[in-house]
């Protein structure tokens, strides 16, 4: 299949790549499981057990008034442990290198065919300045948009960092989510070329 660029020329790709049918549910799995992994997991909490303290009994059993108890560190109590405390825990999901291969060509191809994936011969910021890339987003007509190049210059990043909802990524950083949460996909077609060799 071709893929019209936005100059009106065009790049001849695999179909095994930018053409194959959407699989959702492959997709969301992998989304998912992505997401998962950048989870720190990093939450912890003390049983009753773990809090220091509370190793005598506050007051004797029976005479007193009050409701027994046996410690001070009850969850029940202030500064008692927590009912069920949150652990350290890897959220991580394994994930078959043939899936991810697969849900990322479903995303490019569903891209395709939505008209969401703009293909330019190049992407060149002469100054690194802001104003520099909203001219070229502007002559583009897109807003939100990740930028898939098949190499990230300086003058590239920096015209680009300050800019909300715009995200720069060469071809060997490319990843699920940043492929679906963008309205638009702008790529050179060099860095179309890697993605098909890299996901053919």
């Known amino acids: 299949m071709d893929l019209k660029t936005h100059s009106g020329g065009s790049v001849s ?3 095994s790549v930018f053409g194959v049918t959407y699989n959702e549910g492959l997709v969301h799995q992998i989304v998912t499981a992505y997401l998962a992994a950048a989870r720190a997991g990093t939450s912890a909490q003390k049983t009753r057990s773990e809090v220091r ?27 008692g442990g927590a ?6 825990r890897d959220y ?7 899936m991810y291969r697969g849900a990322i060509r479903s995303i490019l191809s569903h891209a395709v065919a939505e008209g969401r994936l703009i293909v330019v ?21 897109v807003e939100k948009v990740l930028f898939l190049l098949d190499d990230v210059t300086e ?3 920096l015209a680009s960092r300050n800019i909300p909802y715009v995200q720069v990524l060469d071809v060997e950083g490319v990843d699920p989510v940043s492929l679906v949460r963008f309205p ?15 996901f053919a």
């Open 53 to 79: 303290g509370g190793g005598a009994k506050p007051w004797r059993q029976k005479g007193t008034g009050r409701a027994r108890a046996g410690t001070s560190r009850s969850p029940i109590w202030t500064g």
């Open 155 to 157: 003058s590239v990043y």
């Open 83 to 88: 009912t069920f405390a949150s652990k350290t």
């Open 121 to 141: 011969d190049s992407l060149e910021i002469a100054d690194a300045k802001t104003r520099a890339m909203k001219a070229k987003m502007a002559e583009l007509g």
């Open 92 to 98: 991580s999901q394994k994930v078959n290198k043939k």
């Open 184 to 198: 638009h996909i702008v790529a050179t077609a060099a860095a179309v070329r890697q993605l098909e060799e890299r």
């Open 13 to 15: 790709v695999a179909d």
